[in-house]
């Protein structure tokens, strides 16, 4: 069985088992509870989450410079950079409209009264001005150690450019570099060995601990949401594709599915930047020139299923307050989540922080935030799963654009898998 199999496999056991516990309501024992659930399945799940992040800076980085190496001409930076920007943005406004549409059809929310279960009160949010000067970093090792990533973006980039005005006389730096890279790529594939027993921990401990009572009350929101979310990743996005690319949809589905897992079990597209960018260098073929800049920069900016949550739950707590939002409201809304996507970082629910900025912008009551809490838990998963899936369209389509796509690698659905008999034959695990 390949990799993606078995991920799948363990994600439906790690829901089986997280539901046992849950519905069977094994998580009031205390043993399972504090070993199990808070156990065993937070620290496998968790050491994971952190292997992945630790490969994000460094993979980004030495992935990056020798990509502007590769690109060697200035000008077709920017137009991969115009391009991206173009279709990241576009398709978050095409999302949230979506949604919009999706909610206010459905009309959910309508004289339902559902009591806050939490708290939840808004986080400071950085203003648009601000991100716009963070992009240069004053120190780049600091924006490092944060996992600043539009800043470690530009670095790269300027680095990258100026190493390029003087490759000839450092060639030694441009292969010590693309040999680093090649050294973080391979540790990336190491840990993602290790991916279906963390998944099922992750999984099985997200649903162990869900609040199933309430999902049957918010299941009209739940719902409009998912239906939101499958229109958007299986209709708009694929449309996108096919229109702009030709290329086989079948096979990017069949692609993509292990970047798709890894963002639902770990609830982050910052976290999943590793295997997105192996997915679509190693598996769909887009030169390291693109993909090296447009995944991470996809991941930051890029959050179609983040838009579509905001849209139906603004319409939905609206809904539920009985204010009307008015067309002003609804073209507030695109906006305000268009331009809070770029800002906000790609970690587990931070969506809802992003929430904060659109509620204050239409004045929804923050406090609204609080009733959809106990089910967001499920929906960031899905959610993520769709931003990761815009970023690697984007990435496949400014490949193709610019011809910077082996076609190949592309239609071959072998290519780049992880073949775990030569890999444990490379680490001399065999006798
Ligand atoms: N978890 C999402 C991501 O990392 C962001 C969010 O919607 O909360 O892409």
Request: glycine share 10%; charged share 10%.
């Amino acid at each position: 069985m390949n990799l993606a199999n078995k991920v799948l496999l363990a994600l439906i056991l790690g829901m089986i088992a997280g539901l046992i516990i849950n519905v069977a309501g094994l998580n009031n024992i205390a043993w399972v509870d504090q070993y199990l659930v808070n156990g065993v399945f937070e620290v496998v799940g968790k050491l994971f989450v952190n292997a992945l992040k630790m490969l994000v800076v460094p993979l980004v980085l030495f992935s990056l410079i020798p990509g502007i190496i590769g690109i060697g001409d200035v000008r077709l930076l920017g137009r991969i950079g115009t391009k991206a920007v173009v279709l990241y943005l576009l398709t978050t406004a095409i999302a949230i409209t979506t949604a919009l549409v999706f909610a206010a059809g459905s009309g959910i929310g309508k004289g339902m009264d559902i009591p806050h279960t939490s708290d939840f009160t808004g986080k400071e949010v950085t203003s648009f001005a601000d991100i716009l000067i963070g992009i240069v970093p004053t120190n780049p090792i600091a924006a490092m150690a944060d996992g600043d990533m539009l800043a470690i973006i530009f670095f790269a980039i300027f680095f990258g450019i100026a190493l390029l005005s003087v490759a000839k006389q450092s060639a030694q730096l441009v292969s010590f570099i693309e040999q680093v890279n090649l050294v973080i790529m391979r540790m990336v594939t190491m840990v993602m060995w290790f991916a279906p027993y963390a998944v099922f921990c992750l999984i099985a401990k997200a649903l162990a601990e869900l609040g199933i009572e309430l999902l049957s009350q918010l299941l009209g929101y739940f719902l409009v949401l998912v239906a939101a979310l499958l229109f958007h990743a299986l209709v708009t996005q694929m449309l996108f594709l096919k229109g702009l690319t030709g290329l086989s949809l079948g096979m990017f589905l069949k692609k993509v599915r292990t970047a798709q897992l890894f963002a639902f079990s770990t609830s982050s597209s910052g976290a999943t930047i590793p295997v997105t960018l192996r997915t679509m260098q190693e598996r769909m073929g887009v030169d390291r020139a693109v993909s090296s800049f447009s995944v991470p920069f996809g991941a930051t900016i890029n959050m179609d299923g983040t838009a579509i949550m905001q849209g139906v739950a603004t319409v939905f707590i609206a809904n539920m307050y009985g204010v009307e939002l008015g067309l002003a409201g609804y073209v507030t809304v695109i906006i305000t989540a268009v331009l809070a996507s770029i800002g906000t970082a790609a970690v587990p629910s931070v969506g809802l922080v992003m929430l904060t900025l659109v509620f204050n912008q239409v004045g929804l009551p923050v406090e609204g935030i609080g009733i959809i809490l106990g089910v967001d838990r499920l929906l960031d998963m899905l959610r993520t799963a769709v931003n990761v899936t815009g970023d690697a369209v984007v990435t496949t389509i400014i490949g193709k654009t610019e011809n910077r796509i082996d076609l190949e690698i592309y239609n071959d659905p072998e290519a780049g898998m992880i073949d775990e008999q030569h890999e444990a034959e490379a680490l001399h695990l065999k006798p």
